[in-house]
T-cell receptor, first 113, second 111 residues
């Protein structure tokens, strides 16, 4: 079954404590991306990756890091989380060459206190 | 900021009525996609439009891509409670090089 798996689904953490949200896809997609979703703002892209070892900033990259060491994995790292990073996060993947559908993970609801 | 504007932001619909949500871009789009996100869920792909003036139907859902490829609409007829959720359009412009999401239309259906 084609899927994008995010972990954890829910996370409550304290300001400044480093955390990583994992994302893995089993479709051999080259393109992966991270979004945050906030009420009234829709989905905003944080970072994206066109291929292994290739990453680029999206619209709201401040406070986030990513890495793409393997094709299937694209972790999102918050080195020093702050309360304004409290949000719902989605990882997505799609075929890079064809503008085909994006597959989304189940989402990670992060609360930073 | 977002280059794809979506209206309305909220839509309350009586069960059985029709409604339409619209997406408008300031630039010509290469393609546009529509997604649905159920409450508490993740976005799920509905359809993709590529050609100018293209119209596609999925049961009670009708999707249209404008002649100038700058706007798109989703029309739902005879709304059902299963239509509850947020509908997003996603535009792709070669000059952006990335997907651009509309803010979404949140649909609430009253039985």
């Amino acid at each position: 079954e084609a899927q994008v798996t995010q972990n954890p689904r829910y996370l409550i953490t304290v300001t400044g404590k480093k955390l990583t949200v994992t994302c893995s896809q089993n479709m051999n997609h080259e393109y992966m991306s991270w979004y945050r979703q906030d009420p009234g703002l829709g989905l905003r892209q944080i970072y994206y990756s066109m291929n292994v070892e290739v990453t680029d900033k999206g619209d709201v990259p401040e406070g986030y890091k990513v890495s793409r060491k393997e094709k299937r994995n694209f972790p999102l790292i918050l080195e020093s989380p702050s309360p304004n990073q409290t949000s719902l996060y989605f990882c997505a993947s799609r075929d890079r060459v064809l503008f085909t559908e994006a597959f989304f993970g189940q989402g990670t609801r992060l609360t930073v206190v | 900021g977002q280059q794809v504007m979506q209206i309305p932001q909220y839509q309350h619909v009586q069960e059985g009525e029709d409604f339409t949500t619209y997406c408008n871009s300031s630039t010509t789009l290469s393609n546009i996609q529509w997604y649905k996100q159920r409450p508490g869920g993740h976005p799920v792909f509905l359809i993709q439009l590529v050609k100018s003036g293209e119209v596609k139907k999925q049961k009670r859902l009708t999707f249209q891509f404008g002649e100038a490829k700058k706007n798109s609409s989703l029309h739902i007829t005879a709304t059902q409670t299963t239509d509850v959720g947020t509908y997003f359009c996603v535009g792709y412009d070669d000059s952006w090089g990335k997907l651009q999401f509309g803010a979404g239309t949140q649909v609430v259906v009253t039985p």
